[in-house]
């Protein structure tokens, strides 16, 4: 059994029997029990959708549990676009219980999505390099709260046009046995963020933490 194991599984444990859709079955327990975290393990194919849902619905985070590595890593991403950080801040807990090195993941565009065509035309500034301001920006950001939440956390801004692509990279770079990832309640189906969870739980290999929370308007440039 993992630390991971150890971390989610409760002192006592009630089997409950309930007749309905796995999203039905789980909401419904769910709202009764009113959990802290929710665990499943759903076939691919159903799970992206499943956990988001889930995760939307009792507005806890849902842990998608895949076979684990042994002294694994815990792989975070985030969009950087809420000054709060929140995904970063709920998993500080988490790599600190599990006492796992970790890295802190951002994906910024490969191209400067900033400037319209027009300012584009009129600006003597390469696009590319626009872009390449704004990523160290984001890394010396990123390079700051991983120090302040532990020792063995690392900084990566990896610059993509892929973003689910580029945070599997990593995750399968470093041997992860959690990749964390948030999604805005009330984002919608059509969102992007939610696109993007979904995706990744659909994708990766091992356990995926997904993590909801309420967007603030202010948000990092």
Not at 127 to 143: P, V
Not at 145 to 157: F, L, Q, T
Not at 165 to 179: K, M, P, Q, S, W
Request: aromatic fraction near 2%; include cysteine.
């Amino acid at each position: 059994m993992s630390r991971l194991d150890l971390l989610v599984v409760p002192h006592s444990i009630q089997i409950i029997v309930r007749e309905g859709t796995p999203c039905e079955v789980a909401v419904n327990v769910g709202r009764a029990a009113d959990p802290v975290l929710v665990v499943m393990s759903p076939p691919k194919g159903t799970a992206g959708g499943l956990a988001a849902t889930v995760s939307d619905a009792l507005r806890r985070p849902v842990l998608v549990a895949r076979d684990p590595v042994r002294e694994g890593h815990v792989v975070v991403a985030t969009d950087m676009r809420d000054l709060r950080y929140p995904v970063l801040s709920r998993c500080r807990s988490l790599v600190q219980a599990l006492r796992r090195s970790a890295t802190f993941v951002h994906n910024a565009p490969a191209t400067c999505l900033l400037a319209t065509p027009l300012e584009a035309a009129r600006s003597h500034v390469p696009a590319n390099w626009l872009a390449e301001i704004a990523a160290d920006a984001k890394l010396a950001r990123l390079r700051t709260i991983a120090a302040e939440a532990g020792d063995d956390i690392e900084a990566v801004v990896v610059r993509s046009d892929r973003t689910v692509d580029a945070i599997l990279e990593v995750a399968n770079g470093r041997n992860a046995d959690v990749v964390a990832i948030g999604r805005p309640l009330g984002s919608g189906h059509n969102s992007r963020s939610h696109h993007t969870s979904e995706r990744v739980v659909e994708r990766c290999r091992r356990s995926v933490l997904v993590i909801p929370f309420e967007r603030e308007v202010h948000r990092a440039s």
